[in-house]
């Protein structure tokens, strides 16, 4: 019943998937992926309080849920809660210290606090693991810049017109 929800979900009938996943919670309330399956479709239902609510039970469920610990954060982020959306990042990264896209959104959490340095910190990490992502790279740059530390941008902005002479964001950004 869950991956026939999770495959609907996956082709946008959200209702069809919220009614599935919702009995087999019913049929069987003790499976923390349910309760994120349907926290993942309250989301595509721009339901966050009720996905806060399910990801909350899934990770009193299964507390070391990795993703159920992102989903959270990306949750918390977005209502502004930074302090708490980190906590659910870092302590995804204690368990899976390699995880590039909790580098990215713990970043991403430290550009909303405002504090460029950090979010810069973190985007570096990103980098040096994964240095074909462009993306990173240019947000990495950003954030240099937008935390004064402008030499850093522009040493950024000009590694990536190295590869790509064309980049518009770092020809704008540089």
Not at 22 to 29: S, W
Not at 47 to 69: C, E, F, R, Y
């Amino acid at each position: 019943m869950l991956a026939l929800a999770e495959a609907m979900a996956n082709l946008n009938q959200a209702d069809e998937s919220l009614k599935l996943v919702t009995r087999a919670i019913e049929v069987n309330p003790e499976v923390p992926q349910a309760y994120e399956l349907r926290a993942r479709v309250h989301v595509i239902k721009n339901q966050m309080k009720q996905a806060l609510v399910d990801v909350n039970k899934s990770i009193h469920l299964q507390p070391g849920s990795v993703s159920s610990l992102l989903l959270r954060a990306r949750l918390l982020q977005a209502q502004d809660k930074f302090d708490d959306a980190l906590k659910d990042v870092d302590t995804a990264l204690k368990i899976r210290p390699d995880m590039n896209s909790a580098l990215f959104l713990k970043s991403t959490i430290y550009e909303g606090k405002q504090d460029f340095i950090k979010a810069a910190d973190t985007m570096s990490v990103l980098v040096k693991r994964d240095p074909q992502n462009e993306q990173a790279q240019l947000m990495l740059g950003m954030y240099y810049s937008m935390g004064s530390r402008i030499k850093e941008a522009l040493a950024q902005f000009d590694r990536i017109l190295e590869k790509n002479g064309k980049n518009a964001m770092a020809l704008y950004w540089r």
